[in-house]
């Protein structure tokens, strides 16, 4: 069965880093675009970046441009998100997430905490 398994969150000072890690099963992962989300209290869940199959190209929300880097290792079937100069607003739970043939799947999520 598909499974998407995050790991690698954690609490971090302002300025700092976190890699975040999304390992899949159950699907050949590396023909399928994957994505990264978060959802912060009382917020809409949001698209954070994006990294195509068949490739290497991605895209990335305009709060994260220039400082979130997503990236795959398709012989450990994981995604991996780097997140540098980490802000208070980037605090949510983060998911990863891929559109399996019309359906979506979701991992349980890892929590980041920014705060000083």
């Known amino acids: 069965q598909v499974q998407l398994v995050e790991s690698g969150g954690g609490l971090v000072q302002p300025g700092g880093s976190l890699r975040l890690f999304c390992a899949a099963s159950?699907?050949?992962?590396?023909?399928?675009?994957m994505r990264w989300y978060r959802q912060a209290p009382e917020k809409e869940r949001e698209l954070v970046a994006i990294?195509?199959?068949?490739?290497?190209?991605?895209n990335y929300a305009d709060s994260v441009k220039g400082r979130f880097t997503i990236s795959r290792d398709n012989a450990k079937n994981t995604v991996y998100l780097q997140m540098n100069s980490l802000r208070a607003e980037d605090t949510a739970v983060y998911y990863c997430?891929?559109?399996?043939?019309?359906?979506?799947?979701w991992g349980q999520g890892t929590q980041v905490t920014v705060s000083s």
């Open positions: 990294i195509a199959g068949f490739g290497d190209s991605t």
């Open positions: 997430n891929s559109r399996i043939r019309r359906n979506d799947y």
């Open positions: 159950g699907f050949t992962h590396s023909i399928y675009a």
